[in-house]
């Protein structure tokens, strides 16, 4: 979610990239630090979808409406400079021609069937396609060839029109299912679970940001379209993935098999570009194991499948990281029985509070710290650490308040 500070002023025209593309991937990075500070608990979002940007590849934010989805893809997109920008909401009688462009009327009148291009899918650079779920038959088709191979085939025939798309930000209010849905599933390479705020305090800033006095807007960070559209298609694709990643990918493959989740090779071919762009967006020139958390976003259909997913993964990236994850059943059977006892009288709250509750999270937040200490420690990627600890904060915020009547502690 979002606090209500101002939207940033129009920034000043960024240097242009010197040509080994270091200044474009610092611009990104510091887009990526200042919206994960704009819009709370979605710092891993907002970086996994710049890397899905910088793989040319498209991305899908999943999750209920309210939970910033629109505005974060808007503001993102809105980073980049000279970018052509479309934007639609799609039902299942979205006609082809609001996508790629009306029929000419006044061409029409002179007996000649053309369409008007300008501002519409043919011509734009950045797409935020939301509702992507609900694509009817009638637009289908030509969704799929505008996200897979970036054409367009006229209704009056003709050679297909190639259109201009870098990447693509969808969303969706739910699971994407259905035959139908399932061709343009595939399509959409990352895909990112977003929901509503979880740690009390950072609610708690939400909401007082609704009645915060208004800040002179900070001019925001930018990039200019030709160096991102250049990082895609030279300084990407030329970061070193060395052998060992790749035995890691073909283990995680396995691993995965063993499970019972199969992903297409296209899939697995395209998230190698994914580790690439990370690497990249990272300011390195190879491609490490701290990289392979990306694929937690990349390798399930389904919410159910994320946490085989992310367990695999984490084995090969982070052992602790993965401790951590199974940590994370415990933490969440916390706060379903918080749940079931809602209404209870608050003498029976303290004391599920202080004898079950409250020392189990106080052991995990020892743990974790530990853990904490020793990726860092050790330089392995401490971001599902730092999830988990997020996760474990704002359920530690809840006891304490709701069943404790304290102020939140956390590690």
Avoid at 15 to 41: K, N, W
Avoid at 187 to 202: F, I, Q, T, W
Avoid at 265 to 276: A, F, G, P, T, Y
Avoid at 336 to 365: D, F, H, M, V, Y
């Amino acid at each position: 979610m979002t606090t209500t500070t101002p939207q940033p002023t129009a920034a000043a025209r960024p240097p242009a990239d010197p040509g080994d593309g270091s200044v474009t991937s610092a611009q990104l990075r510091a887009i990526v630090g200042e919206l994960g500070d704009r819009y709370l608990e979605r710092s891993s979002v907002v970086k996994a979808l710049v890397a899905c940007m910088l793989a040319g590849e498209h991305s899908l934010l999943l999750g209920p409406p309210g939970t910033a989805k629109s505005e974060l893809a808007r503001d993102l997109t809105g980073r980049i400079q000279d970018a052509r920008l479309w934007e639609v909401l799609l039902s299942k009688y979205t006609d082809p021609k609001q996508l790629f462009g009306p029929i000419d009327v006044a061409a029409l009148m002179q007996g000649r069937y053309e369409q008007v291009w300008d501002g519409r899918a043919t011509t734009a650079n950045i797409a935020f396609i939301d509702e992507i779920g609900k694509c009817g038959p009638a637009a289908l088709n030509g969704m799929l060839a505008y996200l897979n191979e970036r054409l367009y085939h006229p209704e009056a025939g003709g050679s297909p029109i190639r259109c201009a798309l870098l990447s693509a930000i969808c969303a969706s209010n739910e699971v994407l299912e259905g035959q139908e849905s399932a061709a343009i599933y595939d399509r959409l390479l990352v895909r990112l679970e977003v929901g509503y705020l979880a740690d009390v305090s950072n609610f708690a800033t939400l909401i007082r940001s609704a009645t915060a006095p208004a800040v002179p807007p900070v001019a925001p960070t930018t990039v200019l379209l030709a160096d991102v559209e250049n990082a895609v298609r030279v300084h990407v694709p030329r970061i070193e993935v060395p052998d060992p990643m790749i035995d890691a990918v073909c283990t995680l493959r396995t691993a995965l098999h063993h499970e019972g989740l199969i992903a297409s090779d296209r899939r697995w071919k395209k998230s190698i570009r994914l580790l690439q762009a990370a690497a990249f967006l990272d300011g390195r020139r190879a491609v490490t194991s701290n990289d392979m958390a990306l694929l937690t976003h990349v390798l399930w259909d389904s919410p159910a499948e994320k946490t085989t997913v992310e367990q695999q993964v984490l084995q090969l990236v982070n052992p602790d990281a993965k401790e951590a994850l199974d940590m994370l059943d415990g933490i969440d059977a916390i706060e379903a029985e918080l749940n079931k006892l809602a209404g209870q009288s608050r003498e029976k709250l303290a004391e599920w509070g202080i004898r079950e509750a409250n020392p189990t999270l106080a052991r995990s937040a020892r743990r974790l710290k530990e853990l904490l200490e020793q990726s860092t420690a050790t330089g392995r990627s401490t971001d599902t650490l730092n999830e988990v600890i997020a996760r474990h904060r704002a359920v530690n915020s809840r006891v304490m308040t709701e069943a404790l009547n304290m102020q939140p502690t956390g590690i």
